[in-house]
């Protein structure tokens, strides 16, 4: 069993910055790819950021480009989402995810483990 603490979020101005932070552990914790994603009221939750473990290669969804950047503390099985330039659009439920597939972009579907979610909330 693998367990995502998940912190950060909170409420903000459009133009400001949150980081939110993800800790795995558990069983064979090590082995797993961590990443983001975010669900809106009344929409489906959506990919947003990944990193892999080996290599260090990241992925975003291209509404968060340029604007969001993921990162990762291998020692502290540990990673953060530090999200700039936050707009009203980007307010949802941010959750942490860890799968031993995510190294890249997949499905919600497929995610093995999540974390309890965390608000972020964008005002205008």
């Known amino acids: 069993q693998v367990q995502l603490l998940e912190s950060g979020g909170g409420l903000v101005q459009a133009g400001g910055s949150l980081r939110l932070s993800c800790t795995v552990s558990?069983?064979?914790?090590?082995?797993?790819?961590l990443g983001w994603f975010r669900q809106a009221p009344g929409k489906e939750r959506e990919f947003v950021a990944t990193?892999?473990?080996?290599?260090?290669?990241?992925y975003y969804t291209d509404s968060v480009k340029g604007r969001f950047i993921i990162s990762r503390d291998n020692a502290k099985n540990t990673h953060y989402l530090q999200m700039n330039s936050l707009k009203p659009e980007d307010t949802a439920v941010y959750y942490c995810?860890?799968?031993?597939?995510?190294?890249?972009?997949?499905?919600?579907?497929?995610?093995?483990?999540w974390g309890q979610g965390t608000q972020v909330t964008v005002s205008s």
């Open positions: 995810a860890a799968d031993t597939q995510f190294s890249r972009p997949i499905s919600a579907r497929d995610i093995d483990y």
């Open positions: 558990g069983r064979a914790s090590s082995l797993y790819h």
């Open positions: 990193i892999s473990r080996s290599t260090g290669a990241q």
